[in-house]
């Protein structure tokens, strides 16, 4: 069977996504999960204390997010750099999920310790008519309580915010300020992509960005236009064309975070650089074709773009004033040059 790509397993696991941090279950009821969640037991004490990162010296153990990234995978098999974008991801939202928790807690908006109690409660009910106990469970699926009581009060409180603010109004109000990259336009883009000679090496990325914000400059100020810098400065295919790669989707063909920029671009701008797995690039937008889709044509699509921003919105409240650390026992994403750092 052939290995499938980061990009594949991210789409196909698009609903284990779909509340960030959050794992999806056969029932309503966060507390109810019959699947196997990993390889990891419960009588493994000494493989779950390997910390991963510490958020606020709170540790986030190795187990907790192998865990999470078998529960995504399914036991579909990856190549190993998509294996390795995945496990830091992984972990980087679980960073992101203490952070956004940590918000809801201080605005009072987080789920109490009772409605905790509650949901384990209902979880032993439901078990004990299946003829199991909390502790089968628990070694079932690889947590202990402390741990599952812990992704619990996050569940509960996520879903107790979303019910407040993942509302028609505010999609609607979402879809209207970034309609281009929903209601199906189309881009004609242009780019200058500039190879990183050492794309592991952080000043390596940065000595690219700083060379790309130099080219940016000399455009904007006007002695090269954006194809002439792009058959002068380019190392793309395209550069005898002035960098036009033709028209591209939101969320096709290019990178996420090449198409991400570039539909944030004003007509005939010239993007910030911009890190992909190419190189650095450059973007510019050369023509609009604008698409026909409402917002309630794309509702599952705009549900989960809105539900993604409210999550990265809580946990950046918390971001600045955050102390996270990171051991060389899991691979992390380095936040200047967004490569991933591999673990020892």
């Not at 187990?63 to 980087?92: C, G, H, N, S």
């Not at 914000?213 to 793309?236: D, W």
């Not at 969320?251 to 910030?272: I, T, W, Y």
């Not at 102390?323 to 020892?344: C, L, N, Q, S």
Request: overall charge negative; hydrophobic content about 40%; glycine content about 6%.
């Amino acid at each position: 069977m052939t290995n499938v790509s980061w990009v594949a397993v991210l789409a196909g696991a698009a609903l284990f996504w779909a509340i960030p941090g959050v794992a999806v279950c056969a029932q309503d009821d966060p507390a109810v999960q019959t699947g196997n969640r990993g390889d990891v037991t419960g009588d493994a004490p000494a493989e779950q204390k390997v910390v991963a990162a510490t958020v606020n010296g709170e540790p986030l153990y190795v187990a907790d997010v192998q865990r999470e990234v078998d529960f995504a995978l399914r036991d579909r098999p990856i190549e190993d750099d998509a294996l390795r974008f995945m496990k830091a991801q992984t972990l980087e939202r679980l960073i992101s999920r203490r952070l956004a928790l940590a918000y809801l807690t201080d605005r009072k908006m987080a789920a109490s310790e009772q409605d905790v109690d509650l949901a384990v409660a209902r979880l032993s009910r439901e078990l004990d008519r299946r003829g199991e106990t909390l502790d089968d469970y628990y070694g079932r699926v690889g947590v202990d309580a402390a741990t599952h009581r812990r992704e619990l009060a996050w569940e509960l409180s996520w879903r107790q915010f979303l019910d407040q603010y993942l509302t028609d109004e505010n999609l609607q109000r979402f879809f209207e300020r970034r309609q281009r990259q929903f209601d199906g336009s189309q881009l004609r883009v242009a780019h200058i992509l500039l190879k990183v000679d050492l794309p592991e090496n952080r000043e390596s990325v940065a000595a690219a960005k700083r060379r790309a914000q130099e080219i940016r400059e000399e455009i904007n100020s006007g002695p090269l236009s954006f194809a002439e810098a792009a058959a002068k400065y380019s190392v793309a295919p395209t550069a005898k064309e002035g960098g036009d790669v033709g028209f591209i989707a939101r969320h096709e063909p290019m990178p996420e975070s090449f198409s991400r920029a570039a539909f944030e671009l004003e007509d005939g701008k010239v993007s910030q650089p911009v890190v992909t797995s190419f190189g650095v690039h450059l973007i510019t937008c050369l023509e609009i074709k604008p698409g026909q889709l409402t917002w309630q044509d794309v509702r599952p699509a705009l549900h989960r773009a809105v539900n993604n921003y409210l999550f990265d919105w809580a946990a950046d409240q918390r971001r600045g004033n955050a102390r996270i650390e990171y051991t060389a026992a899991w691979p992390h994403i380095d936040a200047e040059t967004g490569t991933v750092v591999d673990e020892d």
